[in-house]
């Protein structure tokens, strides 16, 4: 069992739909949770960066951390063509490294 | 500013032969990492710089994988006699302050090198 777990999708919404990504982990020492979005053939860049339990909302994105359960999840609001991408969820405590799921691909239709 | 950047952004390597992939961090970032990513899976971690000093090499798959960052900016990613399953993405990253300074680290990525081993 991997230390990350995510779908990899893909997953296919209209433009405009509520998109919910979630991640698993099972290394309950994980203190920070990073959600990163990757295009084809580019570099993953950072969108949300979370410490410990709660929500953090940041436009229409919203991450959300909850430590009992060992999940984390993106929301996209009134999602667009351009949020296509694959969505990496990554973790680490505190001056270790990190460690990424597999990602989910996603893709908006217009 | 400029981001990381990244040469070549793809090599195809003949099974055994030696290649060599550079990162240019941003200007003035303490910490440089190097990670592999497999199509369809997430980076996994490979080595980590401290300026010139290698502090973590725990993520190398074997001892054909060999990195440096002599003057504490660019580094290189060398990988010896290549083998089939080292075709991958490898991604350089890096980060302003050193790991464990700082509580929220954030890393910023180049675009990768598509490294395809025949």
């Known amino acids: 069992q991997k230390e990350v777990e995510q779908d990899p999708g893909p997953l296919s919404v209209p433009e405009g739909a509520i998109v919910s990504l979630n991640c698993t982990y099972s290394n309950s020492a994980f203190q920070y949770f990073m959600w990163y979005r990757q295009y084809s053939r580019k570099g993953p860049e950072l969108l949300m960066y979370t410490y410990s339990s709660g929500n953090k909302e940041d436009g229409r994105f919203t991450a959300q951390v909850d430590k009992s359960s060992k999940y984390i999840s993106l929301f996209i609001r009134d999602s667009q063509p351009s949020d296509s991408a694959t969505y990496l969820c990554a973790m680490n405590n505190y001056g270790q490294n990190f460690v990424f799921g597999p990602g989910t691909r996603l893709s908006v239709l217009p | 500013g400029a981001g990381v950047s990244q040469s070549p952004r793809y090599k195809v390597a003949k099974r055994g032969q030696d290649v060599a992939l550079r990162c240019d961090p941003i200007?003035?970032?303490?910490?440089l990492f190097w990670y592999q990513q497999a199509l369809g899976q997430g980076p996994e971690f490979l080595t980590y710089?401290?300026?010139?000093?290698?502090?973590?090499k725990s993520g190398l798959p074997s001892d054909r994988f060999f990195a440096e960052r002599p003057e504490g900016s660019v580094s290189t990613l060398k990988i010896q006699r290549t083998q089939q399953e080292d075709s991958a993405v490898y991604l350089c990253?890096?980060?302003?302050?050193?790991?464990?300074?700082?509580?929220?680290?954030?890393?910023?990525f180049g675009p990768g090198t598509r490294l395809l081993v025949l």
């Open positions: 710089f401290q300026n010139e000093a290698q502090l973590d």
């Open positions: 200007s003035g970032h303490v910490s």
């Open positions: 990253a890096s980060s302003l302050a050193a790991r464990g300074q700082v509580y929220r680290e954030t890393q910023y």
